[in-house]
């Protein structure tokens, strides 16, 4: 299949912890964090953050950028290490607990409050680690910035005071975000901090006017530091006072702006269930359930919803079925819920989607034809009312496994061109062997879809993907095919619409270190 640039962001990561414990009753604490992404089921150092010596509820200055990829499912490990003054090697430090998380849960699952309890000296002791996430929006506007103070007041009695700087700038919701630590400088009223590189929108979140405050303490050892004097300044103040260039920054929304301005992605599923498929109790059906290996249905499935079920807050399914006749009276249906629970169709997680599936496979007859409009019309439904909002909060993805050749093609052509106006994408996976000329049709990639009456498809909302194009690759292969075209229609929906993600009061996710 033809190769589609990856959605690359790239996404600043912070890190804070509360309440760390005093192992050594002697001294504080010195502690730093180790973060690892996982690769081949190996974890691999990604950075550390600055030690902070002293110091029981550490927020690190030290910014982690990485490349966040929406079709993938990137595994982050924070690791906690006390790091006496002796040394600084983890191999004798203490490891004071490690948490696990994607890079979608951090950027996505605002003030998401995970307790787990540490047992330290055989009494409960709740360990904090705070994540702060945020977009980088330009790609190279970066800012160098050199500080330096004169006649800095004297704090200590036997030598003069070791000042340090701290920038913080103003977020919208008053809050202070540390942006910056210099280094100490002992023994010195007059320091010259070094040179430091920061992205503008870590320093100002692109926003010249944006205030910044600049504190300047006297450094101790037992991490109670005295504090020296303050002043606040803009950048554009900053800027004036240095000779730097004129910097030009275009703000373009983004797939994560939408996202962490609160926009859940929901996530449906509808299964063909047509009599092509072979008998279920059939070891040659796609539908057959093996004990030990999944069947095509259930891999596709599982590939593309792992990687939903980040950006879905409640982590609920709803699951559909088509082409089968189902009880009690076993008549034809095109949207039955695989629950059999038409009230509620939804199931607890990707797990609660393969439980009901395995469970209404036995209850149902394989049938026919291969309808998808009526599915199709019923996610559009929800997503008509979500567009009468005016507000980016849910986008409606629907994943459609089939085998075959679709039997209402026109009705399906029309019922794409309704939805290519609303918050939604659909997705559908070919499943087996069969001939799916038509559906690469319904994917607008050759050339623009229309309506049987000749009405072209607002914008492109369709993705093909034959399940055995990826049969011997990975399942992040598969779900990074099918996913790839996503975070562009969410951000052309919106734009199209005029409108604009909503202000985060807080870019933070709360979690928390355990054993």
């Known amino acids: 299949s033809e190769w589609v640039p990856p959605c690359l962001t790239k996404v600043e990561l912070r890190v804070a912890c509360k309440g760390i414990s005093d192992r050594d009753t002697l001294s504080k604490p010195d502690p730093c964090v180790v973060i690892k992404m996982q690769s081949h089921g190996q974890w691999l150092e990604v950075d550390r953050t600055e030690v902070i010596r002293s110091c029981i509820n550490p927020t690190f200055s030290k910014v982690f950028t990485l490349d966040f990829y929406f079709e993938e499912v990137q595994r982050l490990r924070y690791e906690l290490y006390d790091i006496s003054s002796s040394h600084n090697g983890m191999r004798e430090a203490d490891c004071l607990g490690a948490m696990e998380c994607t890079l979608g849960q ?60 701290e920038i913080y700038r103003e977020n919208d919701d008053n809050t202070q975000q540390l942006v910056h630590r210099t280094e100490t400088v002992m023994n010195n009223l007059n320091p010259a901090w070094k040179t430091f590189k920061t992205s503008l929108n870590s320093l100002c979140s692109g926003d010249h006017e944006r205030i910044l405050k600049c504190t300047v303490w006297d450094w101790d050892s037992n991490g109670k530091h005295d504090f020296i004097g303050e002043f606040q300044a803009t950048f554009k103040e900053m800027r004036s006072a240095m000779d730097g260039k004129q910097v030009t920054i275009i703000k373009m929304h983004s797939f994560l702006d939408y996202i962490m301005g609160g926009c859940q992605i929901q996530f449906t599923v509808a299964i063909d269930f047509t009599a092509s498929n072979g008998d279920p109790r059939n070891s040659c059906s796609l539908h057959y359930i093996h004990p030990y290996q999944p069947n095509e249905y259930l891999k596709a499935l599982v590939a593309v919803g792992e990687i939903c079920q980040d950006y879905d807050s409640d982590k609920m399914f709803p699951a559909f079925g088509f082409g089968a006749r189902i009880p009690p009276d076993f008549k034809v249906s095109h949207d039955f819920a695989v629950n059999f629970n038409e009230d509620n169709p939804e199931c607890a997680g990707i797990q609660g989607v393969v439980e009901a599936y395995q469970n209404c496979l036995p209850k149902i007859q394989l049938y026919g034809p291969t309808n998808i409009a009526p599915i199709i019309q019923k ?59 038509d559906m690469e049709m319904l994917d607008g990639d050759d050339g623009i879809l229309r309506s049987p009456k000749g009405e072209p498809v607002l914008r492109d909302i369709v993705q093909f993907v034959p399940f055995r194009n990826f049969k011997h690759a990975s399942p992040a292969a598969l779900a990074k095919s099918v996913l790839a075209e996503v975070p562009n229609q969410v951000v052309d929906y919106y734009n199209s619409k005029g409108i604009k993600p909503k202000c985060p009061s807080e870019y933070e996710s709360s979690r928390t270190f355990g054993h």
């Open 106 to 165: 951090v950027s996505i699952e605002i003030q998401l409050l995970i307790l787990f309890s540490l047992l330290l000296k055989t009494i409960h002791h709740f360990l904090y680690l705070q994540i702060t996430a945020e977009e980088l929006t330009g790609n190279n506007d970066y800012v160098e910035l050199s500080f330096s103070a004169r006649k800095l007041d004297d704090k200590d009695f036997f030598s003069k005071s070791d000042p340090f700087l």
């Open 379 to 437: 996610v559009a439904n929800f997503a008509s009312e979500e567009m009468h909002t005016k507000e980016a909060m849910q986008y409606f993805i629907l994943l459609i496994l089939t085998d075959g050749v679709i039997t209402d093609m026109a009705d399906t052509r029309e019922a794409i061109v309704h939805a290519s106006h609303l918050p939604m994408s659909v997705i559908i996976v070919g499943v087996g062997s069969a001939d799916f000329t």
